[in-house]
């Protein structure tokens, strides 16, 4: 009985303090500030797709990581977006380093949310060069209120909802694949 009563009161200690936590909801299911990139994701039903490119690329570990890091997160509109077969042909183990460099390329080295991607792109007159995890640059401007990246062949993508907070990081999800040259 003693056992079942600590055990009781730990979840309810965890419960409180996530109830507690500032969360926003992502693809149908809140995501907590205290949990990792990948924790959250996997959770996010707008996700699958990118969350299973994650598997298979193997960045996994990397995206639990301590970072900090920030993730341009595409929904699975936005992979449907892309030519038919695309997605499934990535995903195969023989493409898996083209697969991880446009993984990658989605990904920013430091937590910067949209204030200070707002403040560089100010301070850059109304753009800002991002240096991506794989190499690659993403051009970062507003088009009225919302935050556009332009990829290096000229592609755009609008975040759709930024500032998801994560223990390690912060995702911003928008509506196209960005892709490296």
Do not use: C
């Amino acid at each position: 009985m003693k056992r079942f009563l600590m055990l009781l009161s730990a979840v309810l200690v965890f419960q409180v303090s996530q109830a507690q936590e500032k969360t926003v909801e992502v693809g149908g299911a809140p995501m907590y500030p205290s949990k990792n990139i990948v924790e959250n994701a996997v959770n996010s039903k707008d996700h699958t797709t990118l969350v299973a490119a994650v598997k298979a690329a193997g960045l996994v570990e990397t995206l639990q990581g301590a970072g900090p890091f920030t993730v341009f997160a595409p929904t699975n509109a936005a992979f449907d977006k892309l030519p038919a077969g695309t997605v499934e042909t990535l995903v195969k183990p023989e493409n898996k380093s083209l697969l991880t460099k446009i993984l990658t390329y989605h990904v920013v080295a430091g937590k910067w949310d949209a204030n200070a991607i707002a403040k560089m792109i100010q301070e850059g007159k109304g753009t800002a060069t991002i240096q991506t995890v794989s190499g690659g640059t993403l051009k970062a401007s507003m088009k009225g209120k919302k935050l556009v990246l332009t990829d290096e062949k000229g592609g755009e993508a609008t975040v759709t909802i930024s500032n998801v907070y994560q223990s390690n990081g912060v995702i911003h999800v928008i509506d196209h694949v960005v892709l490296p040259k």
